[in-house]
């Protein structure tokens, strides 16, 4: 019995010292400012931030000015660093300018509404070394000078693990399979588009009108209503062409495609109406030419409005 207890504190102890040896990872108290973000470019899919970034810790090997990795970051540049070592630890505090790369949701554009992703790490240790908890006190952007033409909805700061399925060719490691600590931030954000929307379609509603004028042109002066809509026709695609150049590439049926092709469709109409009003004109049906003409051009002009009326609100509510 003297044996079975002894061997049982004995086990039990190895346990506790096994469990004790065990490393620790030490926790990095992390906080962010942002005081701007400009030069959204979607054809390139990335954008300009500047940001502070401070960090809280104990063991100094960490050395985060050296081993600070920003993974979404095309570029990043340290604009000013300090750190101090007077305190109970390691506090560092830098002012970063980041290159960032993200992908657009452009299926409502110009009603469109962003994520924009930024996360932080530690290149040289894993999650058993350290971990991150965010620093909430305060604001973490400046309301002011962040975003020009856009509205915050959302700014969301997280913290947890991520998985590397790799082991970054140490051969120590068992199974290709590494995590590290990181400091996410996600702030999501919505156009103010209201003038930008007009500015990017006033051409091709301006096209549609002037094809829809051939509807108050006697159908005989057939070089008029047809020299008026193959006109516009080609200025609808030019117009469609300039703001796609502006754009990244989408296999998706956008609202820019809608509204465009559904103009161009129109045309078509009016194109199609003339003919007809042309082959009444032919066979001496003047009157019931110019009465297809009246009626046809207050269906057209009816529904063009309610079908872009219907898209137009569709993409400002996100559906």
Not at 108 to 130: A, G, H, T, V, Y
Request: one cysteine or more; proline letters at 2%; glycine letters at 4%.
């Amino acid at each position: 019995m003297k044996k079975i207890i002894v061997f049982s504190v004995f086990f039990l102890l190895s346990f506790i010292n096994a469990d004790a040896q065990k490393e620790v990872p030490d926790t990095v108290y992390t906080g962010i400012y942002i005081t701007s973000i400009h030069d959204i470019d979607f054809k390139q899919n990335e954008y300009t931030t500047n940001l502070w970034l401070w960090m809280r810790y104990k063991r100094k090997e960490f050395d985060f000015v050296q081993n600070l990795e920003i993974p979404q970051a095309k570029t990043f540049t340290k604009m000013y660093t300090t750190v101090d070592t007077s305190v109970d630890g390691v506090y560092v505090l830098m002012k970063l300018q980041c290159v960032m790369k993200d992908s657009w949701k452009i299926g409502n554009f110009p009603f469109d509404q962003q994520k924009l992703r930024l996360s932080i790490e530690n290149s040289q240790f894993d999650s058993k070394s350290l971990v991150f908890v965010a620093d909430t006190v305060g604001k973490h952007y400046d309301p002011r000078f962040v975003l020009r033409g856009w509205d915050i909805d959302s700014f969301i700061i997280s913290t947890g693990i991520k998985a590397y399925e790799t082991d970054f060719g140490d051969r120590n490691v068992v199974k290709p399979h590494m995590e590290y600590g990181n400091y996410r931030v996600r702030m999501s954000i919505k156009r103010d588009a209201s003038e930008l929307f007009w500015k990017m379609f006033l051409g091709m509603y301006v096209a549609f009108l002037i094809s829809y004028i051939c509807f108050y042109i006697h159908a005989d002066n057939i070089d008029s209503r047809f020299g008026l809509s193959v006109g516009s026709l080609f200025a609808a695609i030019g117009n469609k062409y300039i703001i796609d150049s502006s754009l990244p590439e989408s296999t998706t049926f956008t609202l820019v495609d809608t509204l465009h092709g559904m103009t161009l469709f129109f045309i078509f109409l009016i194109v199609g109406a003339s003919v007809y009003s042309l082959s009444l004109v032919k066979k001496n049906n003047h009157q019931k030419a110019n009465r297809f003409d009246m009626i046809a051009a207050q269906v057209i002009l009816v529904i063009y409005v309610i079908a872009n009326a219907y898209f137009i609100t569709k993409a400002k509510l996100g559906h």
